[in-house]
RNA sequence: GGACAGGUGGCCGAGUGGUUGAAGGCACCGGUCUCGAAAACCGGCGUACCGGCAACGGUACCGUGAGUUCGAAUCUCACCCUGUCCGCCA
């Protein structure tokens, strides 16, 4: 979310930013109404504090004069009027702030300068590492997972519903194996503090990270708003500081946990759902950051480093590409998306996404540091990256390990994980 | 799930309707003293919004929300959370 004051007194870097991502036609009504909102805002905090003093003044006086043994009716009948004008007048005002509210959750966050303009045909591979593997013989992920027993798609949809993955065998050993070595990777290597969370969080921690409300249809709720199943353990991660101020010297901070990820994928149904490109309930492992805004920059590329780092040790070819300002996401100030060849299926599929927040979730969230004592605090910058998503990785594996008997070669690093070296 | 108890500033802790944004203490910052430090003493020390070039002024905040009142940290109601005991349970 940004701060209204970004309405006031950046306007035209705001406009820049919404005509980079292409959303300028579409959101310039809704700037152009808040600039009104918030002049009309501010009279009406004007018109209600200035009534205010004069209830305090005149309470005071009553006070005074009762402790004299004088009477105060007169001053008491006026000041009940005002009362009166103060309610009424700060229920327009809360009509005015919560439609202020409502025109910032629809701007998404500003890009930086060194995004792309344009859709995603702007998208720019920035780095490639290893060599995809021609895609003749090699099968798809599922027939070869299904073939050696790894997973089974129809019970899984017969006990939950399509999109849901029974892993089994030797492929439930590669879920816990995957789990093992990227959190090993990540809190040995990489110096994040490793954190088990919950996967059950509240209405304001979805909030919190820009979740709701905007995307309430695509999430799992308990009901009764007794709270959500999260799609990212980036919402419990980003929210453990939620209204805190932090020292300087605890920054730059680094978290990251396993989690299942629940989504709905409303509407989704049809494009890239076979075997385990897209479902309901998956497995990831997060990152997530926080740093001091001079730090931002430098925090993604070493953010991302980390995710890289995940598809190196696993000898999975993959590409790095910086996301033009159209396609990145909404609450996003610049995200590179890792993508590993799955040559069976003979598609780049993404993996990861690791993203710089700047201020946008730290202000929804309230999370703050104070550089120096005696300083004002300050918002955060936040960072997340997957670390990665496993059922892609997975689809990976036994299409660019696949020998041509079918068999799969559990990749080396993986070897002391799964305790096999071929799932056969 | 039931019964009690409780939620006040970074922490501890006073405060049951009227200069209480909130005593006191600790912590922290600045100063005096000291060769330096400690101790002692003096001063400072929450967050946010509105107005103002600024100095500064105003408003709000004592778990959250609603209510009573001229006036609420203080009274009423609902909810949330924490603690203790009981029940249940992986």
């Given at each position: 979310m940004h701060d209204i004051r970004m309405v006031r007194e950046q306007a035209a870097a705001l406009r820049d930013g919404m005509r980079r991502r292409g959303a300028l036609d579409q959101l310039e009504p809704v700037i152009a109404r808040l600039e009104a909102l918030d002049r009309e805002r501010r009279l009406a905090i004007q018109a209600v504090e200035e009534r205010k003093a004069a209830r305090n003044a005149a309470s005071q006086e009553v006070g005074r004069r009762k402790k004299a043994g004088e009477d105060a009716a007169d001053l008491q009948a006026q000041t009940r009027a005002l009362g009166e004008e103060i309610a009424r007048l700060e229920s327009e005002l809360q009509s005015t702030e919560v439609l202020i509210q409502q025109g910032l959750y629809e701007i998404p966050n500003v890009t930086l300068p060194a995004v792309p303009e344009?859709?995603?045909?702007?998208?720019?591979?920035?780095r490639t590492w290893g060599t995809p593997r021609q895609a003749d013989t090699v099968k798809p992920h599922w027939e070869v997972g299904e073939a050696l027993h790894l997973f089974d798609l129809p019970r899984g949809a017969k006990i939950s519903g399509s999109g849901f993955i029974v892993y089994r065998g030797g492929g439930a050993r590669l879920v816990r194996a995957l789990m093992n070595l990227m959190l090993d990777l990540h809190t040995r290597e990489h110096g994040y503090e490793e954190c088990w969370v919950p996967v059950v969080v509240n209405r304001a921690s979805m909030v919190g990270t820009g979740q709701l409300p905007k995307f309430e249809d695509d999430m799992y709720a308990l009901g009764d708003d007794q709270g959500f199943l999260i799609p990212t353990a980036e919402v419990p991660l980003t929210n453990l500081c939620r209204d805190e101020i932090l020292d300087?010297?605890?920054?730059?901070m680094a978290m990251c946990a396993y989690s299942p990820c629940f989504r709905?994928?409303?509407?989704?149904?049809?494009?890239?759902?076979?075997?385990?490109?897209?479902?309901h309930e998956f497995d990831k492992v997060e990152l997530v950051r926080y740093c001091r805004p001079e730090d931002g920059a430098a925090q993604l590329e070493l953010l991302t480093g980390h995710a890289e780092a995940v598809l190196r040790i696993l000898g999975l070819p993959y590409r790095v590409v910086l996301l033009a300002a159209g396609d990145t996401?909404?609450?996003?100030?610049m995200t590179y998306d890792l993508e590993v060849f799955a040559p069976g299926v003979g598609k780049w599929l993404e993996v990861s996404s690791c993203s710089i927040f700047t201020e946008y979730q730290a202000r929804r969230s309230n999370i703050r540091f104070r550089a120096a004592t005696g300083e004002k605090p300050q918002h955060v910058y936040t960072l997340n990256g997957s670390a990665l998503a496993f059922p892609r990785v997975i689809a990976a594996i036994l299409e660019h390990y696949q020998q041509p008997d079918g068999s799969v070669i559990v990749p080396e690093a993986l070897r002391p994980y799964v305790g096999l070296d071929l799932f056969q």
């Open positions: 344009g859709d995603e045909t702007h998208n720019a591979v920035v300087a010297t605890q920054l730059p709905r994928e409303a509407g989704a149904a049809g494009k890239d759902t076979r075997g385990l490109l897209r479902v996401g909404f609450s996003s100030a």
